[in-house]
């Protein structure tokens, strides 16, 4: 039996997937609502994660820290045996996130008034971190066909020529589900080169590829050392480690990762607090096995829902080369955004993501996580077939 099986209950653990509900939804009470919406996953991370923790929490104090050379070197050689990409440790700058980082690279980087683009459909801080940041941010739409994306690069060019100063790239794309390739990447490379676009590279989702794809860092491509290339890599979606708070950006260039320093400087910023870097190097120690199977047991589950959910009129799904997101397209139902959220929440109590918060490109969209034991899957789906029949 699968150490995935096992249902944890996260109610009442101050698990925003789980406690917000009422607050996210605008409802009163959420009670009956089965959260398949943000992307944390229901499962424990792996053991010796857990382990390194309370080896730590075993002493009592727990003053001013610091990332040893162990933990960079565990991020270093992870990368290394899972994806041949070759990290210099002393281009590692340490975030609390992600988002944060983003934020961070921003503010170093442009000034207020400048123009950041951005690829939608896409995760909802690409929009909001740099319009909170009073940067005018332009859209671009990816070509969609049948749920698949690609990129339109006449368009993207028409966008960097209005004086573009930051590109924020996802890859693997959230929540499209596509793992860009190589030409993809080398293209994108090409064009931030001739009008001098620095890259933000959310590369976030690089462990959670499925089989018959394949994760392309952006730093491994063609003419990537001529580019200013910024890349985002974290364990906390490939292990379930988000309230933990660990991210790295990866700076190959010194100018770049001075300035970015500096910054971190002005903002009082500290490294990795003193439990993030004993979970970082555990899971980058010992995570292999328990990725693995993982990545079987989501390929399973999205197997499962697809099958179940295209079986009812109206209802599309193609499934992720990449991340435990599934992209469903009800636009065949005939249904506007608010009727299904409506049937969905009211009738079948199930919490799904709007394609609209990823876009105007999202519309007619569910996103929908699946990263969570069989037995909850199973119960999204007839929860989301009772919304519709």
């Known amino acids: 039996m699968s150490i995935f099986n096992k249902v944890l209950e996260r109610k009442n653990t101050n698990s925003l997937k789980w406690d917000l509900m009422e607050k996210i939804y ?25 382990q390194a923790i309370e080896k730590r929490l075993s002493h009592p104090i727990f003053g001013y820290s610091y990332v040893c050379d162990d933990c960079k070197g565990a991020i270093v050689d992870w990368f290394k045996r899972r994806h ?25 980087f442009t000034e207020p008034g400048d123009r950041v683009a951005i690829s939608t459909p896409v995760y909802p801080p690409f929009f909001t971190v740099p ?101 985002l890599i974290a364990p906390t979606k490939t292990f379930n480690l988000a309230g933990i708070q660990a991210a790295v950006i990866v700076a190959p260039k010194d100018d770049l990762r001075l300035q970015l320093q500096q910054n971190e400087l002005a903002h009082g910023q500290i490294e990795l607090n003193v439990f993030a870097s004993p979970a970082v190097h555990a899971a980058y120690t010992y995570g292999d096995a328990w990725l693995d199977e993982l990545l079987d047991y989501l390929s399973t589950n999205m197997d499962y829902v697809i099958r179940e959910l295209t079986s009812l009129q109206g209802i599309t799904i193609i499934k992720p080369q990449g991340t435990y997101l599934l992209w469903i397209d009800y636009r065949e139902t005939g249904l506007e955004e608010k009727e299904i959220m409506d049937k969905l929440l009211r009738i079948g109590k199930l919490a799904l993501e709007p394609g ?14 699946v990263a969570c034991p069989f037995d909850t899957v199973k119960e999204g789906v007839e929860r989301f077939k009772k919304a519709l029949q």
Request: glycine residues 6%.
């Open 356 to 369: 609209s918060k990823y876009g105007e490109a999202g519309q007619g969209f569910l996103r929908m996580n």
């Open 26 to 50: 605008g409802i009163e009470d959420a009670s009956e609502l089965l959260p398949m919406w943000v992307a944390d996953m229901d499962f424990a991370p792996p053991k010796e994660v857990v």
């Open 84 to 108: 041949s990409l070759t990290i210099n440790p002393e281009t590692i700058l340490f975030q609390q996130g992600v988002v944060p980082a983003i934020a961070s690279i921003i503010e170093t």
């Open 131 to 231: 319009r909170n940041q009073k940067r005018e941010l332009i859209s671009c739409d990816l070509n969609e066909n049948n749920g698949i994306y690609s990129y339109d690069f006449e368009a993207l060019e028409e966008v960097f020529k209005q004086g573009v100063k930051i590109y924020i790239l996802c890859n693997p794309h959230n929540p499209g589900g596509i793992v860009w390739d190589r030409t993809t990447l080398e293209r994108l490379v090409e064009l931030c080169i001739q009008y001098d676009v620095l890259i933000i590279s959310d590369e976030i989702h690089a462990d959670i590829v499925l089989e018959g794809a394949k994760y392309t860092p952006l730093s491994t491509v063609a003419r990537a050392d001529e580019a200013n290339i910024l890349t």
